[in-house]
């Protein structure tokens, strides 16, 4: 139910940014979207703060948290780069743009896949994103999903004002995400580690600051090139934990 819930809130959020937001000026909207930019920062930062999780420390050692992470980022990457899932993301968004909405040209489309990826990269890299769907998983509620739900709401409403359906059309990438993190959870139980929950934690949060710096437009990150990272720091965990 935490996911659905999630589905509902970023499809009426952003329902409420297209019929509304457009009555708002450019100066506003794009004073919003710097705003969600400079948040999704320090999310980002407070995320990286797991790499001095005690669980996740005491598991690979003190300074190997930071070099897992690093390497990570650098496989995941060079994984997600050869498979172009960035590229795949877009033109999942173009396709999308195609069947939803009615605009033409080049532009239109251009923003309904900006919406599309920024939004589901937002609303499906946050800590909030793995831990609530693992948590509803394991029978401990919903709580952490329903905070999210709240704040997707206020999230999607912003960035559908000024970037359209695409926003909306993100609740797909949720709902597929967090629903696989739920069933995961289900038919893992309670074998995941604290310390490989903070290394997933800890790369989400730095692939948020990619994100961040998109919506600033200060460097267009490739971060849907980068998703790899967060399966592989769990692996790399695992392994340096067994080692040690």
């Given at each position: 139910?935490?996911t659905?819930?999630n589905?509902?809130?970023?499809?009426?959020?952003?329902?409420?940014?297209?019929?509304?937001?457009?009555?708002?000026?450019?100066?506003?909207?794009?004073?919003?979207?710097?705003?969600?930019?400079?948040?999704?920062?320090?999310?980002?930062?407070?995320?990286v703060?797991?790499?001095?999780?005690?669980?996740?420390?005491?598991?690979?050692?003190?300074?190997v948290?930071?070099?897992?992470?690093?390497?990570?980022?650098?496989?995941?990457?060079?994984?997600?780069?050869?498979?172009?899932?960035?590229?795949?993301?877009?033109?999942?968004?173009?396709?999308?743009?195609?069947?939803?909405?009615?605009?033409?040209?080049?532009?239109?489309?251009?923003?309904?896949v900006?919406?599309?990826?920024?939004?589901?990269?937002?609303?499906?890299?946050?800590?909030?994103?793995v831990?609530?769907?693992?948590?509803?998983?394991?029978?401990?509620?919903?709580?952490?999903?329903?905070?999210?739900?709240?704040?997707?709401?206020?999230?999607?409403?912003?960035?559908?004002?000024?970037?359209g359906?695409?926003v909306?059309?993100?609740?797909?990438s949720?709902?597929?995400?967090?629903?696989?993190?739920?069933?995961?959870?289900?038919?893992?139980?309670?074998?995941?580690?604290?310390?490989?929950?903070?290394?997933?934690?800890?790369?989400g949060?730095?692939?948020?600051?990619?994100?961040?710096l998109?919506?600033?437009?200060?460097?267009?990150?490739?971060?849907?090139?980068?998703?790899?990272?967060?399966?592989?720091?769990?692996?790399?965990?695992?392994?340096?934990?067994?080692?040690?």
């Amino acid at each position: 139910m935490g996911t659905v819930i999630n589905v509902v809130a970023i499809l009426v959020g952003s329902t409420f940014g297209v019929l509304f937001g457009g009555r708002l000026p450019e100066r506003t909207t794009r004073t919003v979207t710097d705003a969600l930019g400079l948040t999704t920062l320090v999310i980002g930062g407070l995320n990286v703060m797991a790499l001095q999780d005690p669980d996740y420390v005491a598991a690979t050692g003190s300074g190997v948290t930071l070099l897992i992470v690093l390497g990570a980022l650098l496989v995941g990457g060079i994984a997600g780069s050869l498979a172009r899932i960035e590229d795949r993301l877009e033109g999942i968004g173009g396709w999308l743009q195609g069947r939803f909405e009615r605009g033409d040209g080049p532009s239109s489309r251009a923003r309904f896949v900006e919406g599309f990826v920024d939004a589901s990269l937002i609303f499906c890299i946050g800590p909030l994103a793995v831990l609530g769907s693992l948590s509803d998983g394991l029978g401990r509620g919903i709580d952490q999903l329903a905070l999210k739900s709240t704040l997707d709401a206020f999230a999607s409403l912003a960035f559908a004002a000024s970037l359209g359906w695409g926003v909306a059309a993100s609740a797909l990438s949720v709902g597929v995400w967090q629903g696989l993190l739920t069933v995961l959870a289900v038919l893992l139980g309670s074998l995941l580690p604290p310390a490989v929950v903070a290394a997933t934690t800890a790369t989400g949060g730095i692939l948020l600051l990619g994100v961040g710096l998109r919506l600033l437009h200060i460097r267009e990150v490739p971060v849907g090139d980068l998703l790899p990272a967060l399966v592989v720091a769990p692996v790399l965990t695992v392994l340096v934990s067994a080692i040690r």
